[in-house]
Protein backbone atom coordinates (compact mmCIF):
# COMPACT_ATOMS: atom_id res chain seq x y z
CA UNK A 1 0.00 0.00 0.00
CA UNK A 2 2.33 2.50 1.16
CA UNK A 3 4.27 1.19 -2.54
CA UNK A 4 1.21 2.41 -4.41
CA UNK A 5 0.53 5.87 -2.10
CA UNK A 6 4.15 6.61 -3.03
CA UNK A 7 3.29 6.01 -6.77
CA UNK A 8 0.53 7.72 -7.61
CA UNK A 9 2.35 10.64 -5.55
CA UNK A 10 5.02 10.25 -8.19
CA UNK A 11 2.63 10.06 -10.86
CA UNK A 12 0.28 13.00 -9.49
CA UNK A 13 3.70 15.15 -9.20
CA UNK A 14 5.22 14.28 -12.86
CA UNK A 15 1.49 14.93 -14.17
CA UNK A 16 1.48 17.78 -12.66
CA UNK A 17 4.17 19.52 -12.64
CA UNK A 18 4.55 21.43 -15.99
CA UNK A 19 1.10 23.09 -14.67
CA UNK A 20 3.16 24.41 -11.27
CA UNK A 21 5.78 25.80 -13.60
CA UNK A 22 5.74 30.18 -13.59
CA UNK A 23 5.47 30.93 -17.22
CA UNK A 24 8.72 32.45 -18.94
CA UNK A 25 8.78 35.67 -20.71
CA UNK A 26 11.46 37.03 -22.78
CA UNK A 27 12.93 40.42 -22.14
CA UNK A 28 14.62 41.11 -25.53
CA UNK A 29 17.20 43.18 -24.39
CA UNK A 30 20.38 45.78 -25.76
CA UNK A 31 23.48 44.00 -24.71
CA UNK A 32 25.56 47.01 -24.42
CA UNK A 33 23.34 49.86 -23.09
CA UNK A 34 24.80 50.47 -19.42
CA UNK A 35 23.60 51.15 -16.82
CA UNK A 36 20.17 49.65 -18.05
CA UNK A 37 20.86 46.82 -19.96
CA UNK A 38 24.34 45.52 -20.39
CA UNK A 39 26.38 41.90 -19.97
CA UNK A 40 28.72 41.94 -17.07
CA UNK A 41 32.05 40.51 -16.80
CA UNK A 42 30.79 36.74 -15.67
CA UNK A 43 28.61 37.01 -18.80
CA UNK A 44 25.20 37.65 -17.15
CA UNK A 45 22.43 40.04 -17.87
CA UNK A 46 22.88 43.34 -15.65
CA UNK A 47 21.56 46.81 -15.12
CA UNK A 48 18.61 48.80 -13.97
CA UNK A 49 16.19 47.35 -16.05
CA UNK A 50 17.79 43.79 -15.58
CA UNK A 51 17.50 44.08 -11.97
CA UNK A 52 13.76 45.57 -12.35
CA UNK A 53 12.35 43.24 -14.52
CA UNK A 54 14.07 40.54 -12.02
CA UNK A 55 12.48 41.76 -9.25
CA UNK A 56 8.82 42.02 -10.74
CA UNK A 57 8.80 38.91 -12.13
CA UNK A 58 9.91 37.30 -8.75
CA UNK A 59 7.00 39.25 -7.21
CA UNK A 60 4.39 38.70 -9.80
CA UNK A 61 5.07 34.76 -10.36
CA UNK A 62 6.69 34.35 -13.37
CA UNK A 63 10.07 33.65 -14.86
CA UNK A 64 11.86 36.39 -17.34
CA UNK A 65 14.76 35.72 -19.37
CA UNK A 66 17.01 38.16 -20.88
CA UNK A 67 18.29 37.42 -24.48
CA UNK A 68 20.58 40.04 -26.50
CA UNK A 69 18.93 41.59 -29.88
CA UNK A 70 20.27 44.31 -31.85
CA UNK A 71 18.51 47.40 -31.14
CA UNK A 72 17.97 48.18 -34.92
CA UNK A 73 15.55 44.74 -35.11
CA UNK A 74 13.94 44.84 -31.63
CA UNK A 75 10.69 46.00 -32.35
CA UNK A 76 9.85 43.73 -35.46
CA UNK A 77 11.14 40.65 -32.90
CA UNK A 78 8.04 42.02 -30.44
CA UNK A 79 5.85 42.50 -32.98
CA UNK A 80 6.79 38.91 -34.64
CA UNK A 81 6.61 37.40 -30.93
CA UNK A 82 10.40 36.14 -30.90
CA UNK A 83 10.17 38.06 -27.46
CA UNK A 84 8.16 39.25 -25.06
CA UNK A 85 8.82 42.47 -24.15
CA UNK A 86 11.85 44.96 -24.35
CA UNK A 87 12.54 46.47 -20.86
CA UNK A 88 15.91 47.98 -21.81
CA UNK A 89 15.82 51.37 -21.53
CA UNK A 90 13.46 52.17 -25.15
CA UNK A 91 11.89 55.47 -25.15
CA UNK A 92 7.94 55.79 -25.36
CA UNK A 93 7.12 57.76 -28.68
CA UNK A 94 4.18 58.04 -30.69
CA UNK A 95 5.99 56.06 -33.33
CA UNK A 96 6.16 53.41 -31.94
CA UNK A 97 2.80 53.59 -29.95
CA UNK A 98 1.61 52.43 -33.64
CA UNK A 99 3.75 49.44 -33.08
CA UNK A 100 3.63 47.95 -29.66
CA UNK A 101 1.80 48.80 -26.46
CA UNK A 102 4.06 50.48 -23.76
CA UNK A 103 4.08 49.97 -19.92
CA UNK A 104 3.87 53.44 -17.43
CA UNK A 105 6.84 55.56 -17.75
CA UNK A 106 9.58 54.64 -15.43
CA UNK A 107 12.59 56.89 -15.92
CA UNK A 108 12.62 60.21 -17.21
CA UNK A 109 16.17 60.95 -19.50
CA UNK A 110 17.27 64.19 -21.34
CA UNK A 111 18.63 64.66 -24.64
CA UNK A 112 21.93 65.39 -24.32
CA UNK A 113 25.10 66.55 -27.26
CA UNK A 114 28.55 65.40 -25.87
CA UNK A 115 31.92 66.01 -27.07
CA UNK A 116 35.42 65.38 -26.31
CA UNK A 117 36.96 66.96 -23.31
CA UNK A 118 39.21 70.31 -24.52
CA UNK A 119 36.56 70.74 -27.34
CA UNK A 120 35.03 74.23 -27.39
CA UNK A 121 32.23 73.11 -29.66
CA UNK A 122 28.47 73.37 -28.24
CA UNK A 123 25.30 72.26 -29.27
CA UNK A 124 23.97 75.14 -31.00
CA UNK A 125 27.26 75.57 -33.52
CA UNK A 126 27.13 71.28 -34.04
CA UNK A 127 23.56 71.90 -35.73
CA UNK A 128 25.10 75.00 -37.41
CA UNK A 129 28.07 73.23 -39.09
CA UNK A 130 29.48 70.51 -41.47
CA UNK A 131 30.12 68.27 -38.05
CA UNK A 132 30.11 64.62 -37.72
CA UNK A 133 27.41 63.37 -35.27
CA UNK A 134 27.73 59.89 -33.88
CA UNK A 135 24.54 59.00 -32.79
CA UNK A 136 23.10 54.90 -31.90
CA UNK A 137 21.37 53.43 -34.71
CA UNK A 138 17.31 52.80 -34.38
CA UNK A 139 17.38 55.07 -31.61
CA UNK A 140 14.12 57.85 -31.72
CA UNK A 141 17.09 60.25 -31.40
CA UNK A 142 18.49 58.80 -34.81
CA UNK A 143 15.02 59.63 -35.94
CA UNK A 144 14.56 62.94 -34.54
CA UNK A 145 18.16 63.78 -35.47
CA UNK A 146 17.87 62.62 -39.04
CA UNK A 147 14.11 64.88 -39.27
CA UNK A 148 15.62 68.07 -38.24
CA UNK A 149 18.30 67.39 -41.23
CA UNK A 150 15.94 66.75 -43.75
CA UNK A 151 13.40 69.84 -42.32
CA UNK A 152 16.18 72.55 -41.49
CA UNK A 153 18.51 70.94 -44.13
CA UNK A 154 21.57 71.33 -42.30
CA UNK A 155 25.16 70.54 -43.18
CA UNK A 156 25.87 67.78 -40.48
CA UNK A 157 26.57 63.79 -40.96
CA UNK A 158 25.46 61.65 -38.94
CA UNK A 159 27.26 58.47 -38.17
CA UNK A 160 25.91 55.23 -36.56
CA UNK A 161 26.61 52.95 -34.20
CA UNK A 162 25.21 49.86 -32.62
CA UNK A 163 25.43 51.01 -29.09
CA UNK A 164 25.80 54.21 -27.48
CA UNK A 165 29.64 53.26 -25.69
CA UNK A 166 31.13 52.66 -29.26
CA UNK A 167 29.75 56.13 -30.44
CA UNK A 168 31.93 57.04 -27.57
CA UNK A 169 35.08 55.31 -28.72
CA UNK A 170 34.97 57.35 -31.74
CA UNK A 171 34.56 60.27 -29.71
CA UNK A 172 37.43 60.36 -28.21
CA UNK A 173 39.48 58.77 -31.36
CA UNK A 174 38.51 62.01 -32.85
CA UNK A 175 36.80 60.41 -36.02
CA UNK A 176 33.58 62.88 -35.16
CA UNK A 177 32.73 65.60 -33.25
CA UNK A 178 29.83 64.78 -31.39
CA UNK A 179 27.36 62.73 -30.18
CA UNK A 180 24.17 63.01 -29.40
CA UNK A 181 23.31 60.60 -26.44
CA UNK A 182 20.75 60.06 -23.68
CA UNK A 183 22.20 61.46 -20.36
CA UNK A 184 21.60 58.10 -18.39
CA UNK A 185 24.40 56.26 -20.75
CA UNK A 186 26.43 59.95 -21.18
CA UNK A 187 26.75 60.31 -17.29
CA UNK A 188 27.64 56.59 -17.18
CA UNK A 189 29.70 56.93 -19.70
CA UNK A 190 31.35 60.29 -17.61
CA UNK A 191 31.06 58.25 -14.23
CA UNK A 192 33.61 55.85 -15.53
CA UNK A 193 36.01 57.64 -16.45
CA UNK A 194 35.68 58.45 -20.29
CA UNK A 195 36.97 62.05 -20.97
CA UNK A 196 33.65 63.77 -22.53
CA UNK A 197 31.12 66.47 -21.43
CA UNK A 198 27.63 67.16 -21.99
CA UNK A 199 27.09 70.59 -24.30
CA UNK A 200 24.13 71.15 -24.50
CA UNK A 201 20.17 69.44 -25.51
CA UNK A 202 18.56 69.28 -29.09
CA UNK A 203 15.27 67.82 -28.36
CA UNK A 204 12.87 67.75 -25.01
CA UNK A 205 13.77 64.32 -22.90
CA UNK A 206 11.08 61.96 -22.74
CA UNK A 207 10.38 58.48 -20.71
CA UNK A 208 11.54 55.10 -20.79
CA UNK A 209 8.47 52.35 -20.84
CA UNK A 210 8.26 48.47 -21.51
CA UNK A 211 7.14 47.83 -24.36
CA UNK A 212 4.74 44.72 -24.83
CA UNK A 213 3.44 42.95 -27.74
CA UNK A 214 -0.31 44.94 -28.13
CA UNK A 215 -1.89 40.97 -28.02
CA UNK A 216 -0.13 40.41 -24.71
CA UNK A 217 -2.71 42.87 -22.18
CA UNK A 218 -1.90 40.05 -19.56
CA UNK A 219 1.87 40.65 -19.58
CA UNK A 220 1.56 44.38 -19.61
CA UNK A 221 -0.36 44.33 -16.47
CA UNK A 222 1.73 42.18 -14.50
CA UNK A 223 4.48 44.77 -15.42
CA UNK A 224 2.15 47.65 -14.49
CA UNK A 225 1.39 46.13 -11.42
CA UNK A 226 4.98 45.43 -10.35
CA UNK A 227 6.06 48.71 -11.46
CA UNK A 228 3.65 49.84 -8.81
CA UNK A 229 4.98 47.32 -6.22
CA UNK A 230 8.59 48.21 -7.34
CA UNK A 231 8.40 52.09 -6.92
CA UNK A 232 7.06 51.56 -3.20
CA UNK A 233 9.90 49.20 -2.78
CA UNK A 234 13.22 50.29 -0.78
CA UNK A 235 15.20 48.08 -3.81
CA UNK A 236 13.91 51.25 -5.93
CA UNK A 237 15.82 53.43 -4.07
CA UNK A 238 18.86 51.17 -4.21
CA UNK A 239 18.46 50.40 -7.79
CA UNK A 240 19.04 54.59 -8.46
CA UNK A 241 21.65 54.23 -5.81
CA UNK A 242 23.87 51.56 -7.90
CA UNK A 243 23.18 52.66 -11.61
CA UNK A 244 22.16 55.97 -11.89
CA UNK A 245 23.03 59.55 -10.49
CA UNK A 246 19.86 60.64 -9.76
N1 LIG B 1 16.03 56.90 -26.51
C1 LIG B 1 16.55 55.77 -27.17
C2 LIG B 1 15.46 54.96 -27.80
O1 LIG B 1 14.55 54.57 -27.14
C3 LIG B 1 17.35 54.95 -26.31
C4 LIG B 1 17.73 53.78 -27.06
C5 LIG B 1 18.85 53.16 -26.59
N2 LIG B 1 18.44 52.09 -25.73
C6 LIG B 1 19.02 50.98 -25.91
N3 LIG B 1 18.72 49.99 -25.14
N4 LIG B 1 19.87 50.91 -26.86
O2 LIG B 1 15.47 54.71 -28.96
Same mark, same amino acid.
Given at each position: ???????????? %???????????? =??????????????????????? %???????????????????????????? &???????? @???????? #??????????????? =?????? #?????????????????????????????? *?? $??????? *???? /???????? &?????????????????????????????????????? =???? @????????? *???????? /?????? $?????? %??? *?????????
Amino acid at each position: MKRFSALVFAFL %FLALAPFAQAKT =YVNGIDANYPPFSFIDEQGNAAG %FDIESMNWIANKMGFEVQHTPINWDGII &PALQAKKI @DMICSGMS #ISEERKQAVNFSEPY =YSIKKY #IAVKNGSDLTAEEVFKGKYTLGVQRGTNEH *EL $LQSRIDN *EKLA /ITLRLYDS &PPMSVEDLLNGRIDAIAIDSAPAEDAIKNGKAIKIVGE =YAPG @DDFGVAVNK *ENAELLKL /INDGYE $LLKKDP %FWQ *ELHTKYLSN
